[in-house]
Nanobody, 124 residues
């Protein structure tokens, strides 16, 4: 059974930082590209960042570029999202997802497996 589990969410003041983790089981995680998405109340799920299976390629949404960093350690079934200079508009449930494709993608429809999400709340 494939499981992706996000952790590290919480409440933080604007300007603060958080690190999210996405741990996988039931799949060979190192064969998958991994993406982070987020969904705020009343809004559609949106792409945040993605990283290739090797960690050699990354891709960010313009809204987080320069503030968020996605990373992975080969051999460890975990992908990280370091978030800094957080803004109230970053408040959302954050999801990680795994994609067998070889090209980094921003469309949620392309991802094969999803976690349950972790809440990030940024207060002003």
């Amino acid at each position: 059974q494939v499981q992706l589990v996000e952790s590290g969410g919480g409440l933080v003041q604007a300007g603060g930082s958080l690190r999210l983790s996405c741990a996988a089981s039931g799949i060979i995680f190192s064969r998958y590209a991994v993406g982070w998405f987020r969904q705020a109340p009343g809004k559609e799920r949106e792409f945040v960042a993605a990283i290739s299976w090797s960690g050699g390629s990354v891709y960010y949404a313009d809204s987080v570029k320069g503030r968020f960093t996605i990373s992975r350690v080969i051999g460890v079934n975990t992908v990280y999202l370091e978030m800094s200079s957080l803004k109230p508009e970053d408040t959302a449930v954050y999801y990680c997802a795994a994609d067998m494709g070889s090209v980094l993608r921003s469309s949620s429809n392309e991802y094969d497996y999803w976690g349950q999400g972790t809440q990030v709340t940024v207060s002003s």
